[in-house]
């Protein structure tokens, strides 16, 4: 099973999405189009899709350190299920 987060699929991974929302005003605009993977080894990110739509309120530059954004990722797996494991031990 692929896993795909955000509004059209666009990361990949977890962490991915956490330094997305924690660096996103910090880090300059991709130069074209770059794949999740790119964009974080490249230290940028795609330019928003609508721009009036992006919340700049309460995300894009959250000051999060590295271990910051590595606890939250944790959390969030603790909340996930294995759901192949699940189906095995229902069985």
Known sequence: ???????NGYFKSLEGIVNFYN????KPTCPGDYTEAEAMAAGCWPAPEVAENVNTAELGNLGLSRADEDAIVAFLKTLSTDTSRARASSS
């Open 1 to 7: 099973m692929v896993k795909a987060y955000g509004h």
């Open 23 to 26: 660096t996103r005003d910090v």
